[in-house]
């Protein structure tokens, strides 16, 4: 071939590789359901979830009675002019809500009012998330990766798995980011350190009152290398008693003060949880999350229950060998416990 006809051919194969590598990204549908995804849409819009080069389309769901409000949001994001938002949806039509979603972020669920029975509460979620699950089984992509926010959380990712059979145990999570998240603060704020120094505190089990926040193998970067929280706070009757209550009543404390739900750290969390999910998780640090137990520490299997997970190309890992003392043995017990009720109560309702 002549010299000069073989510059211009690698001429222009390189010109087609540098032009195909500055294509931008298809975007991602993500799905957002129940009102309190107002405080997290704006986050996925600027690019905090997914990354500052990955467009997203949003897709909003919410019943009938939000379909105004719903309007609204769509125009707020439309003003804000994000430029990583490639689309909009808001729906209170849940196949047009699930069509082709590449990730779920289920808020939406019946909550528990004054006087209400844990069964009565469970027997409308059964009813939602049963229908919500027949609409990814139908409508949402393949690889759909699914965050269950609405409680019970981790009985509401049992009943997505039960009735969305086509979607992987290992796509479908739950919420516990937020209550990890609230065991770094109370470490940080009792040893009066950067919540971003502290690293490897442990949620086990139900997103409920008998969640075990578990600092046995967590550390904190000091200006000397990493220590053990056990060895800074040197008080283990506090790491036993009042941190574990403090994160597990934390929510009940937030509705008392506030009068209102905790939806900020919510949203927050929830975009930690699944940009960690997607991103990875930091070389030497796990996080808590929901997922489908597979036996590990003696927890029974086909339960969603929290565990320490690290992250790598888009899947999660459960943190294998720690060790378990007695007084966290006990505690991981119980919350499993309650989660065999759960179930228990789920099925007695599809009866």
Known sequence: MDSLLLDQQIWEETEYVCSCTNLEKEPVRVLITGQIGYAIVPMIARGAVLGPDQPVILHMLDSEPAAEALKGVKMELIDAAFPLLKGVVATTDVVEAFKDVNIAVMIGG???????????VMSKNVSIYKAQASALEKHAASDCKVLVVANPANTNALILKEFAPSIPEKNITC????????????????????????????????????QYPDVNHAIVTTGSGEKPVKELVADDH?????????????????????KL???????????????????????????????????????QPGLFYSFPVTCENGEWSIVHGLKIDEFSSAKMDATENELIEEKSLVHACLK
């Not at 506090?238 to 506030?258: C, S």
């Not at 949880?273 to 929901?290: F, K, N």
């Open 110 to 120: 019946f909550p528990r009012n004054e006087g209400m029975e844990r069964k009565d």
């Open 238 to 258: 506090w790491l036993e008693t009042e941190f574990i209550t403090t994160v597990q009543q934390r929510g009940e404390t937030i509705l008392k003060a506030r």
């Open 175 to 210: 919420l516990t980011r937020l209550d990890h998240n609230r065991a770094l603060g109370q470490i940080s704020e009792r040893l009066n350190v950067h919540v971003g120094d502290v690293k490897n505190v442990i949620i086990w089990g139900n997103h409920s009152s008998t």
């Open 261 to 299: 739900s905790s939806a900020l750290c919510a949203a927050s969390s929830a975009c930690d949880h699944i940009r960690d999910w997607i991103l990875g998780t930091p070389e030497g640090t796990w996080v808590s999350m929901g997922v489908y137990s597979d036996g590990s520490y003696g927890i």
